[in-house]
């Protein structure tokens, strides 16, 4: 795993970098202007710590998050999830790289609940491209980002039946609260 901060304007970098990760160098420039352009959009009046992502996704296109802050702290939403929320509910998938953009240096990498989030729709192996305030960036496979925190739930057929039960449990009982 290399975490060294590497230069967006180093071409021969972005080069292999790209071969490695399976990217087109267009669709690393897009992931890297999408990302800090979307930092532009985020609602943090809280922290006043922006965060921009981008998805590409399998079909080619790109979706943009920010984070969404709220006065009760952890009700704000960060970038990520944000643009996995749109992504998702506007039928994407396949994702094929994400990238996240701060305004610090060494670039942040997901939080905890994100690459949680990020894992129910991505294979370990998606880069993910973390750009700093600069766009100089380190990328990591999401195996790597989540061996920083352990235990990350994968989704299996154990979880998917166990959620459906407690999805059950929580219909039934609503509709035993109304019916009562
Ligand atoms: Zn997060």
């Known amino acids: 795993m290399s975490t060294s901060i590497q230069q967006s304007s180093d071409a021969s970098?972005?080069?292999q970098?790209?071969?490695?990760?399976?990217?087109?160098?267009?669709?690393?420039?897009t992931l890297r202007e999408r990302s800090s352009a979307a930092k532009a959009t985020a609602y943090c009046p809280y922290s006043q710590f922006r965060v921009g992502a981008t998805l590409l996704a399998g079909d080619g296109s790109y979706i943009d998050g920010?984070?969404?802050?709220?006065?009760?702290?952890?009700?704000?939403?960060?970038?990520?999830?944000?643009?996995?929320g749109k992504a998702?509910?506007?039928?994407?998938?396949?994702?094929?790289?994400?990238?996240?953009?701060?305004?610090?240096?060494?670039?942040?990498?997901?939080?905890?609940m994100c690459r949680q989030?990020?894992?129910?729709?991505?294979?370990?192996s998606t880069p993910i491209i973390m750009f700093d305030k600069d766009q100089a960036f380190v990328v990591l496979r999401l195996e790597?980002?989540?061996?920083?925190?352990?235990?990350v739930y994968l989704p299996s057929t154990d979880s998917y039946t166990w959620l459906a039960h407690e999805?059950?449990?929580?219909?039934?009982?609503?509709?035993?609260r109304l019916s009562g």
């Open 117 to 124: 989030f990020i894992r129910e729709f991505c294979d370990l």
């Open 13 to 15: 970098i972005v080069s």
């Open 144 to 151: 790597q980002v989540c061996t920083l925190l352990v235990p």
């Open 167 to 176: 999805a059950y449990n929580a219909r039934s009982h609503h509709e035993s």
């Open 17 to 29: 970098i790209c071969d490695t990760y399976k990217l087109t160098i267009a669709e690393f420039n």
């Open 66 to 84: 920010a984070n969404v802050e709220n006065a009760s702290y952890p009700v704000g939403t960060c970038a990520e999830r944000v643009a996995f």
């Open 88 to 112: 998702v509910t506007e039928g994407k998938k396949g994702f094929r790289a994400v990238a996240v953009a701060t305004d610090i240096s060494p670039p942040a990498s997901p939080c905890g």
